[in-house]
């Protein structure tokens, strides 16, 4: 495109060489109709002079009687471009009188754009108007005009456009591609025309710049195609126009502008010779930063040689001959340009400079990029790392992601980090050197600490960069001993800090060869400081939650937690279609006998006896998983075909005596003889049970049964409600559904932290009135069975919801069945009660058992989902009972964990089975809070209770300390009691503190 001042200038000349002709003419505005201009003899013919027709409109200039007629024909012409033929009309002198004359128009659009009429007056019966007007203005214009057809023939042509005559007149009726053959134009000249020539010809204006070259130097010509249509729209022929811009201020400008850009570009610019000979491949010119550039690469001067005589690294070398090897004389190339040798980026912006056809030199720009090439490396291999880290990897293996690329960036480096083992002592993870790694992890942790309370004692992260350790002067005495027995000179270390500002470990990049660069490695290190420590930080968490959470301390079992989570994966696929396998439950009878005469201390002693007895035999009969569930009672996962000879050998195991201390005899050390009998209970699934919790029922249903018949092993046997009594009791809660004899009750959730009323759990009860109080683990696997369990459930949902909107700012919580979860209209329900009583989405939890949420995963996680974006939260109902695992739930869409009473009932107690309690409650605080989940405690009774779940963290509490289950009327006293309970007796009390 080119600037409308120039024209502008191009058009003023038209006009003016139009107005300077002889004939009777005026220039109207094709779009207003406004007069442009007129000639002399134009003012003349109607009396009137040019000032009073300057932009004026030319339709007044018809009598009343025409006008409407002139002014359509004026419109046509405008619109159409179809020439108007000489008509008589009448034209209004200045004193009013008409002047019959002949007028003939035709549309001329002008280099700027703006579509003109000419209107030509003559006398009246003359016709046509003698060809002088094309003599006048066209043969005389100072630019080139020519007229085409479609096919790109000459028409006319002006002196301006061919001064020979005789060339002139022999374009006539060539096409312009004939012409340029016969002138011998090259053979681009003629493609760049055709080009332009073929989307004219469609109606497109064009504008273009043609390079020539004269005896007096290179001339730039500013070509246009301007199409004229007719009345049916379609394009007619061709005007071409062309001047000279070779000297104009505007390329004056234009050039000045480009040198000062070139020469303080930021960015590298060179042209190089692409003519053959011996100066191909020669820099011909190079701005000032391309020699900045060069100096980085131990160039002081550009040097006169091509370039692939340049004294540079091989590896740079071979990028660049790479990178000159695929230019092309007629493409414009984009690419990078990677430095080897230098671990450096630059973007590269390639054109070619031709001279006619003949590409002479190649303009290139260069951009450096190697900080956002070493950003997003740094990036891609943080985010590598954390993958890992988050699939389970060892540290191990996410640092030698982290740091991967630390070495191969800066030659002659090595990375590594150094830490705390469990021992206490230093542990390098990468390769420095053996001498570095074996010296180093001689060292007890607190050489580290000691050593960067000197260094960095305000904690900042301060580096350490030392040029030679030989000659090193380091604060602390013991790192001063390490310095000649590490393998290594140069060292840049930076310490690493977690979120309590504790040492964590350092990132340490070492050298063998002394006074090394250190600068970029440093720079390196930083951008990974900040991922090194979370995945450091992190590891020592896991591995701290590891211990505490999945494997018993007493014992070195798998715990509870672990065992679930294996359970749960052999019932997710593991375990071979046709296999079936046996859960066992063992519990030691009377071992609360020899605790309370031997002491815990003595107990504990014989449960790890036991628990080695049992390893030994479970490894001899490939047991699966042996856990220590809590107390005295151990779980065994295998094999179902394995369990009569299993049996056998773990009953064999209590015919041994377990020795035990028993204190101070008579003023020694003594120890007793102990035998023990234990009761064991085995399920087998899917003989008997179909998922992991019935698993556990029924193993505990066995056992308790083996302690009444007072045998060792009994496996569980299901035994079916008689018929009789599940219809009774089926039709009476069909009954009961119709006459409404169902209620509920409310049990307040309280606040840990400031003691305020939370929410409450709605809990459903049935008083029949001949059966009287039916319990609901009675009543609710007969709705289940009986297909009542949808109906039921939407009933309390819809009776809550109305409850609760009574309520202000308290939440409402409501048990969900595994059946109704699954059903596809579940979600349309829970949308259906929040709309017909009110009760904002926020306000209602829906808690749902660990067994309900694997059941059907894929329809389970997209329902609840679906209600979590609209704002219900989602509850785990009595949580560690199933066999589901944090680890799992991280997946589901989960808000909050209800940890099982039977974790509760033992804290507080000074006692094994409250330490483990804690343990496991502590571990499941920590985890839930870790993912953003909150925990609820249930079945809450005692202050001691309440007191320890405060002291780990527990956001809710629920049960007999508060309240039990209250009616709706109960519920509203009792919260409105409740501010003035808050700090009465026997409650635990939390400071204040925002949530």
């Not at 991922?531 to 992190?538: D, G, H, N, T």
Request: proline letters at 6%; hydrophobic letters at 40%.
């Amino acid at each position: 495109m080119h600037s409308s001042g120039t024209q502008t200038d191009q058009d003023a000349v038209i006009l003016s060489a139009l107005l300077g002709s002889v004939e009777a003419l005026a220039v109207v505005d094709a779009v207003t109709l406004h007069i442009l201009g007129t000639t002399d003899a134009f003012t003349a013919r109607l009396q009137r002079s040019r000032r009073s027709l300057d932009g004026l409109p030319f339709w007044p200039l018809f009598p009343a009687a025409e006008r409407d007629h002139a002014l359509e024909r004026l419109r046509t012409l405008a619109q159409t471009g179809e020439p108007c033929p000489a008509s008589p009309f009448a034209l209004l002198d200045a004193a009013g009188q008409a002047v019959h004359t002949d007028l003939t128009g035709v549309r001329l659009p002008l280099p700027g754009g703006q579509q003109t009429l000419l209107l030509t007056l003559g006398s009246c019966g003359e016709g046509a108007p003698p060809p002088s007007l094309l003599a006048d203005v066209l043969d005389n214009l100072p630019l080139d005009v020519a007229a085409f057809d479609l096919q790109g023939r000459y028409l006319y042509v002006n002196p301006a456009a061919i001064r020979d005559p005789a060339v002139r007149a022999g374009a006539i009726g060539l096409t312009h591609r004939e012409y340029g053959q016969w002138r011998g134009h090259p053979a681009r000249r003629t493609a760049t025309r055709d080009h332009h020539f073929q989307l004219a010809g469609e109606g497109a204006v064009q504008q273009w710049e043609e390079y020539f070259r004269t005896p007096g130097g290179h001339k730039i010509i500013r070509r246009a195609l301007w199409p004229v249509t007719g009345q049916d729209g379609q394009v007619r022929l061709l005007i071409g126009y062309g001047s000279d811009v070779t000297a104009s201020p505007e390329q004056t400008q234009r050039v000045t502008l480009l040198e000062t850009m070139v020469n303080t570009s930021v960015d590298p610019l060179l042209v190089v010779d692409a003519r053959p000979g011996p100066a191909y491949l020669s820099v011909v010119y190079g701005n000032p930063a391309l020699h900045a550039f060069l100096r980085s690469h131990g160039l002081d001067q550009l040097p006169e040689t091509p370039m692939p005589d340049w004294p540079l690294g091989e590896g740079n070398r071979r990028a660049i001959m790479d990178m000159l090897g695929r230019l092309h004389p007629t493409e414009l190339r984009r690419d990078v340009l990677y430095l080897p040798d230098a671990h450096q980026w630059a973007e590269v912006n390639i054109s070619p400079i031709r001279d006619d056809d003949t590409c002479v030199y190649w303009a290139i720009n260069l951009r450096d990029v190697t900080e956002a090439y070493q950003t997003a490396e740094v990036q891609t291999q943080v985010a590598r790392a954390n993958r890992l880290a988050l699939s389970g990897s060892p540290l191990h293996g996410s640092m030698a992601a982290l740091l991967g690329g630390v070495a191969a960036a800066h030659p002659g480096w090595r990375p590594a980090l150094v830490i705390a083992n469990h021992a206490g002592m230093q542990q390098v993870i990468g390769t420095i050197s053996d001498e570095f790694t074996e010296r180093v992890e001689r060292e007890p942790l607190a050489t580290m600490e000691r050593f960067w309370q000197l260094t960095d004692p305000d904690g900042q992260g301060e580096p350490l960069i030392v040029p030679d350790l030989l000659h090193a002067d380091l604060p602390d005495p013991a790192a001063q001993a390490m310095t000649p027995h590490l393998g290594v000179r140069s060292v840049v270390q930076l310490p690493l800090y977690g979120r309590a500002g504790q040492l964590l470990g350092v990132l340490i990049a070492a050298h063998p060869d002394p006074h090394r660069w250190s600068g970029p490695v440093l720079e390196d290190l930083r951008r990974r400081v900040s991922a090194a420590a979370m995945l450091v930080e992190q590891h020592a968490q896991q591995e701290r939650l590891a211990a505490l959470a999945f494997t018993d301390p007493l014992t070195g079992l798998m715990n509870r937690v672990t065992l679930s989570e294996h359970l749960d994966r052999q019932l997710r696929g593991e375990a071979r279609p046709d296999q079936r396998l046996a859960f066992g439950l063992m519990d030691l009878d009377r071992f609360k006998f020899l605790n309370d005469g031997y002491g815990h201390p003595a107990g504990d002693q014989l449960l790890r006896q036991l628990a080695g007895r049992l390893d030994a035999v479970c490894a001899r009969h490939g047991v699966q998983a042996l856990a220590r569930m809590g107390g005295d009672e151990f779980a065994l996962l295998v094999d179902a075909a394995r369990v009569p000879a299993l049996t056998v050998d773990l009953s064999a195991v209590f015919d041994t005596p377990f020795e035990i201390s028993t204190g101070t005899v008579s003023g020694g050390a003594g120890s007793s003889l102990v035998l023990l009998q234990a009761s064991l209970g085995w399920s087998v699934y899917p003989d008997t049970a179909a998922d992991a919790s019935e698993l556990h029922q029924q193993a505990d249903a066995a056992m308790y049964g083996a302690k009444r018949r007072q045998v060792f092993s009994q496996v569980f046997e299901p035994v079916a409600r008689t018929g009789l009594q599940t219809l009774t009791l089926e039709t009476a809660l069909r009954e009961s559904l119709r006459n409404g004899d169902f209620h509920l009750v409310f049990q307040p959730q309280i606040g840990v932290r400031r003691g305020t009323l939370v929410g409450a759990e709605a809990l459903l009860r049935w008083t029949h009135p001949v059966l009287g109080t039916v319990p609901p683990d009675q009543f609710i696997p007969v709705a289940e069975m009986g297909g009542l369990m949808g109906a039921l459930g939407a009933w309390v949902l819809r009776t809550a919801c109305q409850e609760a909107a009574r309520w202000t700012g308290v939440c409402l919580s409501v048990n969900v069945s595994s059946l109704q979860l699954n059903a596809p209209d579940f979600a349309s329900e829970v949308r259906a009660a929040l709309t017909g009583s009110g009760l904002s989405a926020r306000r209602l939890v829906l808690e749902v058992t660990e067994t309900g949420l694997v059941d059907n995963p894929a329809r389970t996680r997209e329902t609840l989902q679906a209600l979590r974006d609209e704002g219900v939260r989602i509850s785990i109902d009595d949580f560690g009972t199933g066999y589901s695992s944090l680890v799992s739930v991280r997946t589901l869409p989960v808000d909050e964990l209800k940890i099982d009473r039977s974790f509760i009932h033992d804290l507080g107690q000074d006692s094994q089975a409250g330490r483990e309690s804690r343990a496991i409650v502590s571990a499941s605080v920590l985890m839930a809070h870790a993912m953003g989940i909150d925990v609820v405690a249930e079945g809450v009774e005692t202050s001691e209770q309440a007191a320890q779940l405060a002291e780990l963290g527990c956001d809710l509490m629920q049960g007999w300390l508060y309240a039990p289950g209250l009616s709706a009327e109960q519920f509203a006293r009792w919260r409105a009691q409740w501010p003035e309970r808050v700090t009465a007796p026997g409650l635990p009390a939390q400071p204040e503190r925002p949530d």
